[in-house]
C-alpha cells in the first residue's frame, strides 16, 4: 500500500530487492569482450604514450637531453615531469613521457633520451627500525626523518595492569608493504574537442576528478568531461587524475591528437600506490579468567617518502582492554607513496593484534574461541560478534576439528585452525540521483558514480525495479559520467549506501506522482495503491498497467532528485564479521595451502545477493593474498622493488585458495538497519586468522605476514 | 626501422591481413591495429593470462606471441565465442554465476575454459583448477569462476546429449 514515508519495503516483501540478480546491464557486455576500459580507448588518430623512470631510489638528475627524443620518426610530443637539479626519491619515479604514432615509436624515443643522475644513498628497508636511525642518509638534504606518532594514545594505568595480570605475553608481529595490483593498471585516453577536454579515466571517483585535471591545465572545471564505464579494479588507488594522466592530457592538447597513457604493471606497481607496511613489539595480558586487562605496543613501518606508518587509531584491533599505550614510528623510505588499501589500517591493525591475542590465549593455556568469547564484552558488538562465532563454529565444525597449539597429527604435515574478527564502518556517501520516469513506463537513472567491480549498476536497477514493480529490463541505468548528478568516490565500502539511498527516494517520490495521477484518474484512494509485476493495485484488485498509469504523465514524463544520505533508515553504518580459517602445513617445505576459509558477515539489508557475496569471497582471496604470498620486496643493496612483476609477486591462482564459505548474519533486526557497505570488511580477517592457523598447526607463531615458506620454516627453527 | 610485413590469418572466421612491425606482438596488433579489445593486457609477459586467445585451436597468451607468428594461423577471441549476439554456455554461466566482477580478466579466462572444454568435456573440479592456473584474478574469489566452469561444462554436455 502506498505510504508517503520514504522507507524500504517491510521484511520478507521485497520481490527483487535481497534477491540473487545476476549483472543484466554490463556482465553481457563483459563476457563478450565489448565492454571498453580506459586502455580499450583508440579514436583515430590516438597516440600512445610510454614512461621514462628513474633507475634509482634515490638520485638527482645531473643532465636531461629530451631533444634526441623528438626526432625520433612517429614521436609527437615529449613531456617532462622531472627536470634538472630534481631529486628523484623512488625508483619508478615519472621523468618523461613520450607519445607518438604507435608505442614501439614511443619506446625508441625514450632510449633516445641522454640523462645522467648523481645516485644518492639510499634506505628501503622498512623493518630494520634500528638500521634506518643508524643510517646515515639524507633525503631533501636532511637526516633521514623518523615520524613519530603524536597525540594520547594512553588510557589507564597500563603499569599497574601489567603488574597484576597472571598472564602476560611479549611477541613481535606484522605485515609487509603489499600493493593494489589491479589487473588493469592507472591510466587514461584523453581527447580534446575545443576548448573540451573528454578523459576515459580509469577511475573510482568520477565526479570528484575534473578539478584535479582543470586546475592545471588551467581550463573550467565544466569543461572536462571524465567518463568511466568500466574499471579493471581499483581498490583504493584510483581516485586521483595523477600526474600521468595530466601529463596524458597535455601532450593531447600540445599534438591536437588523442593520446592513451596507461601506466606498464611495473611503473604500475612502484607509483601508483601501495599498503603501508606495520611491525609491531606488543605486549598484552589478561587476569585469570582470560580476560584482556592490558595492551602495550609499539609500531614502526613505512608508508614510502611520507614518512607514516599504519593509523594507531584503531589499534588494538576491535577490542578495547581498560589499560592501553601505543606509540608509532613512521620510517621515510626511498620507495613509491601509500595509498588507500582495501579497508585502511584495519587488515594490519587486525593482524598484529589479533595474533597477539592469540598467542596470550595459547599462553594462558585457553583455546583461541573460548579466549575470543570471554572477551567480546570489550569489543563494539560483542551480541553480533557472539551469534556470528556461533555461525562459523558450525560451518567450520571447529569443535571437532580443533587441537590445542602444536598438539595435532604426527606426520610432516599439520592441520590448524584460527579466527579473527573485524569491524567497519560502511555508511553511505552523498550523491543525489536523477530519475525519469517515461510516459511509455520506461525508467532511467543518472548518478556520476562508478561500478569498480562490485555490480552497482545492477543494484541501482535492483531498487528503482523493486521500487516501481517492473522488471529490471525496463530500467535504464546510467553512470560512469560526470556530467551526470554528482556522486561520492568508491571508497570505504560507502557506495552502496551511497546510491541505493538516492535512487529508492527519487523513484519513491516519482512512484508517488504516478500514484496520484491514477487515484484522480480512476477515482480510487491513494493509500490503497501498490505496484507490482508492472500493474498497479488497489488492493488486490488491478486498476490499469503500469505503462498505462505512466500515460498519464502527459509527454514529457517526469523527472525526480533524490538526494542522500540522510536520516530516514535506508542506510546505515558499522558492521562486525567473523573468520575462521582452516589450513595445512607442510612442515618440511614450509608451504602452507588453505583448506578452508568461513566467513560470516554482518550487512544490514542485502540488496543483490549475488553480488554481495562476491564482494565477501574477493575479499578472501585478496586477504589470502596479503597472509600467504605477496609482498613487495625491495632490493636494499639497488633500492629497487625487485619483483614489480606478475611472475614474482606472488598472488594466489585458482587452486591455491582452498574451500570458501560465505554467509551473512541477517536477522530481522539486521534489515531494519538499511544498507551498510560491506566492499571492505571482509578483507580484513584473513591475516590473523590464516596467522592463526599456522601457529595452532605448527606450534609456533610465524610473526610477519606474508606467511611464507621461508618465515615458516625460519619460525620453526627458532622454536 | 624494420619493414612493415604483411601476415594472413584467419580471425573469428574471417580471413583477415594486416600490416605489422616484426617487433609488434599479437596482443598489441589485435587491440590497437584491429579493434579487437575484448583480449586485454594485465602484464605483458604471460603471467596473467588476461591476452589468452586461441591459435589454431591451443590457448595461448597473446602478449608473447610475436604478430608476424599468426601468419597462416586461425585464430578466435572473445569476440568470436558467442553465437550471433547470443552468449554461449560459458559465457553464459559467467555472467550467472556472478564469474566476473570487474571483468578485466574475463575474457582471458572464458577462453582459457573454452580450451579446456574442448578438450575435456566432462572435467572434475581439479582439472578445472588446475588447467586455469595460468589466469589471474583479483576481484572474484575464483570460487564462482569454478562453479562456473563446471556448469557451463554440464549444460553443453547437456546440449549435446540432446542433439545425438
Ligand atoms: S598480458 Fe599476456 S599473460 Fe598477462
Ligand atoms: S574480475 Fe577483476 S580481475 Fe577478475
Redesign the interface.
Known amino acids: 500500500m502506498a505510504e508517503r514515508t520514504i522507507a524500504w519495503p517491510k521484511f520478507g516483501q521485497a520481490q527483487i530487492l535481497g534477491k540473487d540478480t545476476?549483472?543484466v546491464y554490463?556482465?553481457?557486455?563483459?563476457?563478450?569482450?565489448?565492454?571498453?576500459?580506459a586502455?580499450?580507448m583508440?579514436t583515430p588518430g590516438t597516440l600512445?604514450a610510454r614512461l621514462l623512470t628513474s633507475p634509482h631510489a634515490h638520485a638527482i638528475i645531473k643532465s636531461l637531453n629530451v631533444e634526441p627524443a623528438k626526432q625520433v620518426?612517429g614521436v609527437k610530443a615529449v613531456h617532462v615531469f622531472r627536470g634538472v637539479d630534481t631529486e628523484v626519491r623512488w625508483e619508478g619515479e615519472l621523468i618523461v613521457a613520450v607519445a607518438a604514432e604507435?608505442?614501439?615509436q614511443a619506446e625508441d624515443g625514450l632510449r633516445a633520451i641522454a640523462i645522467e643522475y648523481e645516485v644518492l644513498p639510499h634506505w628501503v628497508d622498512d623493518f630494520d627500525l634500528a638500521g634506518a636511525e643508524a643510517a646515515k642518509i639524507t633525503d631533501k638534504g636532511e637526516p633521514l626523518k623518523l615520524t613519530k606518532s603524536q597525540g594520547n594514545q594512553k588510557k589507564g594505568d597500563v603499569e599497574a595492569a601489567l603488574q597484576e595480570a597472571k598472564y602476560v605475553h611479549k611477541g613481535t608481529y606484522g605485515s609487509a608493504v603489499i600493493t593494489h595490483?589491479?589487473?588493469?593498471p592507472h591510466g587514461s585516453h584523453c581527447e580534446w574537442k575545443g576548448d573540451q577536454l573528454i578523459s576515459h579515466l580509469s577511475t573510482q571517483n568520477v565526479s570528484g576528478t575534473a578539478g584535479q585535471f582543470a586546475g592545471p591545465l588551467g581550463i573550467e572545471e565544466a569543461a572536462v568531461s571524465i567518463n568511466c564505464e568500466?574499471?579493471?579494479?581499483g581498490?583504493g588507488s584510483k581516485f586521483a587524475a595523477d600526474e600521468w594522466g595530466i601529463a596524458c592530457a597535455q601532450m593531447a592538447k600540445e599534438t591536437g591528437r588523442p593520446v592513451r597513457l596507461m601506466l606498464?604493471?611495473g611503473t604500475e606497481l612502484k607509483v601508483a600506490g601501495n599498503r603501508p607496511s606495520s611491525l609491531a613489539e606488543v605486549t598484552v595480558a589478561c587476569d585469570a579468567d582470560g580476560k584482556i586487562t592490558a595492551w602495550d605496543s609499539n609500531h614502526w613501518g613505512t608508508n614510502g617518502t611520507g614518512g607514516g606508518t599504519v593509523s594507531l587509531t584503531v589499534t588494538p584491533y576491535v577490542y578495547d582492554p581498560p589499560n592501553r599505550r601505543r606509540t608509532a614510528t613512521g620510517i621515510v623510505t626511498h620507495t613509491g607513496p601509500q595509498r588507500a588499501w582495501r579497508a585502511p589500517n584495519h587488515p594490519q591493525a587486525c593482524a598484529y593484534t589479533q595474533t597477539a591475542i592469540d598467542d596470550l590465549a595459547a599462553v594462558a593455556g585457553i583455546d583461541s574461541l573460548s579466549f575470543v568469547r570471554k572477551n567480546l564484552d570489550i569489543t563494539g558488538r560483542p551480541a553480533v560478534y557472539a551469534a556470528q562465532l556461533d555461525i562459523a563454529a558450525k560451518l567450520m565444525d571447529w569443535q571437532a576439528k580443533w587441537h590445542p597449539r602444536g598438539k595435532g597429527q604426527n606426520g610432516s604435515v599439520k592441520t590448524g585452525l584460527g579466527l579473527a574478527l573485524h569491524t567497519w564502518g560502511g555508511a553511505a556517501h552523498a550523491a543525489t540521483c536523477l530519475v525519469k520516469v517515461h510516459p511509455d513506463g520506461t525508467v532511467e537513472t543518472f548518478l556520476g558514480s562508478q561500478d569498480?567491480?562490485?555490480?552497482i549498476r545492477t543494484s541501482i536497477g535492483v531498487v528503482a525495479a523493486e521500487t516501481f514493480g517492473i522488471p529490471m529490463t525496463s530500467v535504464r541505468v546510467h553512470i560512469g559520467s560526470n556530467k551526470y548528478p554528482k556522486a561520492g568516490p568508491s571508497g570505504g565500502s560507502t557506495t552502496i549506501g551511497g546510491v541505493s539511498g538516492p535512487v529508492r527516494r527519487a523513484s519513491q517520490e516519482a512512484l508517488w506522482q504516478v500514484l496520484d495521477k491514477v487515484a484522480a484518474k480512476h477515482s480510487v484512494d491513494f493509500a490503497t495503491l501498490a505496484v507490482k509485476d508492472s500493474k498497479v493495485w488497489s488492493g488486490d484488485k488491478e486498476v490499469c498497467t503500469w505503462k498505462q498509469a505512466c500515460s498519464l504523465l502527459g509527454p514529457m514524463g517526469i523527472e525526480v532528485r533524490g538526494e542522500g544520505p540522510k536520516d530516514d533508515g535506508l542506510t546505515s553504518a558499522q558492521v562486525g564479521g567473523v573468520q575462521m580459517a582452516e589450513v595445512e602445513v607442510d612442515t618440511e617445505t614450509g608451504i602452507v595451502r588453505m583448506k578452508k576459509m568461513v566467513a560470516i558477515q554482518d550487512i544490514g539489508l542485502v540488496v543483490n545477493r549475488?553480488?554481495a557475496?562476491?564482494q565477501?569471497?574477493?575479499?578472501?582471496?585478496?586477504g589470502i593474498a596479503y597472509a600467504l604470498s605477496e609482498e613487495r620486496i625491495m632490493d636494499p643493496k639497488t633500492g629497487r622493488f625487485i619483483n614489480a612483476?606478475?611472475?614474482n609477486y606472488k598472488?594466489?591462482?585458482?587452486?591455491d585458495?582452498g574451500e570458501?564459505v560465505v554467509e551473512f548474519y541477517e536477522p530481522e533486526s539486521e534489515y531494519s538497519r538499511g544498507v551498510i557497505g560491506i566492499g571492505e570488511p571482509p578483507v580484513i580477517s584473513p591475516g590473523a586468522a590464516i596467522s592463526n592457523a599456522v601457529a595452532n598447526a605448527i606450534g609456533v607463531r610465524v610473526p610477519i605476514l606474508p606467511l611464507t615458506p621461508k618465515r615458516v620454516l625460519d619460525a620453526m627453527k627458532g622454536a | 626501422m624494420a619493414k612493415k610485413r604483411i601476415v594472413s590469418t584467419t580471425i573469428n572466421g574471417d580471413v583477415t591481413e594486416f600490416l605489422c612491425e616484426p617487433r609488434q606482438t599479437l596482443l598489441e596488433v589485435l587491440r590497437d591495429t584491429l579493434h579487437l579489445t575484448g583480449t586485454k593486457e594485465g602484464c605483458g609477459n604471460g603471467n596473467c593470462g588476461s591476452c589468452t586467445i586461441s591459435m589454431n585451436g591451443r590457448p595461448v597468451t597473446s602478449c608473447l606471441v610475436l604478430a608476424v607468428e599468426a601468419e597462416g594461423a586461425d585464430l578466435r577471441t572473445i569476440e568470436g565465442v558467442a553465437r550471433g549476439s547470443a552468449l554461449d554456455e560459458v559465457q553464459q554461466a559467467f555472467l550467472e554465476e556472478a564469474a566476473l566482477q570487474c571483468g578485466i580478466c574475463t575474457p582471458g579466462f572464458i577462453m582459457q575454459t573454452e580450451a579446456l572444454l574442448a578438450e575435456n568435456p566432462d572435467p572434475t573440479e581439479e582439472e578445472v583448477r588446475f588447467y586455469l592456473a595460468g589466469n589471474l584474478c583479483r576481484c572474484t574469489g575464483y570460487d564462482k569462476i569454478v562453479r562456473a566452469v563446471l556448469s557451463a561444462a554440464r549444460k553443453r554436455r547437456m546440449t549435446a546429449e540432446a542433439a545425438k
Not at chain 1, 568500466?230 to 579494479?233: L, N, R, T, V
Not at chain 1, 565477501?616 to 585478496?622: A, F, N, R, T
Open positions: 545476476p549483472r554490463d556482465g553481457a557486455k563483459k563476457a563478450l569482450g565489448l565492454a571498453k576500459y586502455a580499450d583508440n600512445f620518426p604507435r608505442p614501439e595490483m589491479c589487473l588493469e568500466f574499471i579493471g579494479g581498490f606498464d604493471r569498480i567491480g562490485t555490480g549475488l553480488t557475496k562476491s565477501v569471497l574477493g575479499s578472501l582471496i585478496m612483476d606478475l611472475e598472488l594466489p591462482r585458482i587452486g585458495v570458501l
